[in-house]
């Protein structure tokens, strides 16, 4: 199984690494996707395990506040230059509101227009922003722009939008917790559009919940994702493998696991 969506270059993980990689790799995770920043930390992670390890380049909404617009679109550049396969995290978070709103749409349109220009899948994080989201992911759509939900939390109608361009839908340990309230976004996905993530170090799964999350604790999530779908875990894993490899464009594996 893939996870889409782990932030392995966050300081949560300095020190012990190597120790969280081999216990996702143990337990049958083929490929991890490194949300990365403006930094190097991401790419130079993914480079120690290049056909197991992908990354991404981009500004948080929660950074947006710092976004130096042409100056970081240029730095964003050079990373997708250097093997970044996504673009993001990026989008929009008006629960914390950690970024005055505006501020947020600019680093969040710089980085829709650079997607377009690029050719590369955007991953997107929204919060209760959703009419916004789904206007710009609307326009991007437009321009071509592929893309990613990631860590859904919203409604089935935000799902709708992003379904309706064929965005994919991502579901995190969230899912897995006992106030989650949203299966029915879960079932509405269609299979074609469906992936999973960890969102490392973030949100640990039932029953894994409260402690530092890591991508091998990733299977808790697709089990969930698979009762709701009255499908298996491992058909789900495949499924989900196969359509990020197709978004984020990564070589399907030739050997066989
Ligand atoms: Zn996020
Ligand atoms: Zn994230």
Redesign the pocket.
Known sequence: VLDS???LASDRFVGDCAEVLQRAWSVGIEHIVI?GDLTDAARELAQTEPTRLSFSAGV?PHEAAAFRGEEDVTRIRVLVAAGAVAIG?CGLDYHYDFTPRERQRVAFDAQLRLAAELDRPV?V?SRDAEDDTIAMLRTASAAGVRGVL??FTGSLALAQAAIDVSWCVSFSGIATFKNWERDDVIAAVPDHLLLI?T?AP?LAPVPQRGKRNEPAFLPSTAAHVASVRGTTPTAVAALTTANARRLFRLPTLTTTS
Request: charged residues 25%; proline residues 0%.
């Open positions: 969506h782990a932030h949300i948080h995290e991953v994080h990631h860590c993530e969102d973030y």
